[in-house]
């Protein structure tokens, strides 16, 4: 397997020390808009080094990317770009009849007139329209595969095939008592990400209603969160969870809910109140004239960099899924979860927590792929496949997952 990794941010650099650990894979191009990030993931893997090769590309241009598949004789396109860029990138591994993989799928539109009721474009609409085309070229698209979407529908197949006989609800929820030290502002992921998923109109999935929208932060409930983490608020958030358990996995209702806290929410209530949350660039005055910017791009250039917040941050990170339902003739109702201490993921990776865990999954089911385990063409979710042998693989990796009945 030839490996063309798009985006060596936190994640994808995170990606790449993952990766280097493991046999599967014959070499890896760790490509960037900016070279000199790529080159540092690249030189920070020290004599695990030789299997992997910078290489600079603008994830919005098709053309440069089949260029860089073809020139390295990539077999498989692995996205660790924020969801701007999936649409030329799933564009790129069709067009080279290659495979692909992400961790957050295209994005979505809100409904023109009823935004908080009805959706409009979902989450993976764009790309699950060309599912004949990947099909009939003989080639996956595996999509939302990294924490969340990603292991947690994982979990979601795993509760289907050996919990439940049937389920009530599927409800993805994430939390975490990770602070960060000199900072009254920093989240842990891609704020670009954060705001787009947190500001966007909710999704859940009703059996007998379908898919239908919320407001932002609506229904808000304490959820227990288990390895000393503790109660935290979660609030509902658009994620394609929501949209990719329901193609696979027969569940009556089905929904997302983040523990964001009382000032993260506040915090991005005012960046959407100041028009901050925005995408279309506006003129903005500099010392060497005008210049079109985007405000979100803005907040994003003034905050953090989440990969580099390691050393201050302290704390864990939990994603799971909780299920309801029954199993022979008894209500039943489980969480499965996945928790990462910071401390160890730095200690053992140098890579913080959050980054960390959501890079661990595509490797994994890179691996699974490499070695022929998980097989498949068209595109398809996580859940399209068989959980066992992946969850047996985290464990291999030294990151067990958990289960509680609740």
């Given at each position: 397997?030839r490996i063309l990794l ?140 990294g924490v969340e979407p ?110 964001l806290g009382e000032d ?143």
């Open positions: 397997m798009v985006g060596a941010g936190g994640v994808g650099t995170a990606v790449t020390r993952i990766a280097a650990r493991r046999p599967f894979f014959d070499h890896m191009v760790v490509a960037d808009y900016d070279l000199p990030r790529a080159k540092s993931a690249v030189a920070a893997l020290g004599e695990h080094a030789t299997r992997f090769t910078p290489a600079r590309v603008d994830a919005a241009d098709t053309k440069a990317v089949i260029a860089l598949l073809a020139e390295h004789r990539c077999n498989v396109l692995l996205n660790a770009t924020d969801p701007r860029f999936v649409l030329p990138l799933f564009e790129a591994a069709l067009s080279q009849g290659v495979s692909y993989l992400d961790m957050a799928m295209s994005m979505s539109r809100p409904h023109p007139d009823r935004p908080y009721e009805k959706v409009g474009v979902k989450l993976g609409d764009e790309q699950f329209a060309r599912a004949p085309e990947w099909t009939a070229a003989d080639c996956l698209a595996l999509v939302g595969m990603g292991l947690a529908d994982v979990f979601a197949r795993y509760a289907a095939d050996e919990l439940f006989d049937d389920i009530e609800e599927i409800g993805i929820r994430d939390g975490g008592n990770l602070t960060v030290e000199g900072y009254d502002f920093a989240p842990s992921f891609s704020i670009w990400t954060t705001i787009e998923e947190c500001l966007n109109p909710p999704v859940i999935y009703e059996r007998d209603r379908g898919w239908y929208t919320t407001e932002p932060f609506s229904e808000p409930e304490i959820f227990d969160f288990p390895e000393g983490i503790g109660p935290v608020e979660c609030v509902n958030v658009e994620h394609e969870e929501v949209l990719l358990v329901p193609r696979w996995i027969p569940a009556r209702r089905v929904t997302f809910k983040y523990g993260f929410i506040g915090t991005l209530k005012t960046l959407h109140a100041l028009g901050v949350d925005s995408t279309e660039p506006v003129p903005v005055m500099t010392d060497r004239g005008t210049a079109r910017v985007s405000p979100r791009d803005l907040v994003a250039a003034v905050l953090p960099d989440p990969a580099e917040l390691g050393d201050r941050m302290h704390g864990k990170t939990c994603a799971g899924t909780w299920v309801k339902g029954v199993k022979d003739g008894r209500e039943r109702e489980v969480y499965l979860y996945h928790v990462v201490d910071n401390q160890w993921s730095m200690r053992e990776y140098g890579s913080q927590a959050v980054v960390w865990q959501t890079a661990v999954n595509p490797v994994i089911a890179l691996e699974l792929l490499a070695n022929g385990v998980w097989k498949g063409t068209g595109v398809l979710g996580p859940e399209a496949f068989e959980p066992r042998p992946y969850l047996d693989l985290l464990v291999e990796y030294g990151s067990p997952w958990g289960m509680r009945e609740q």
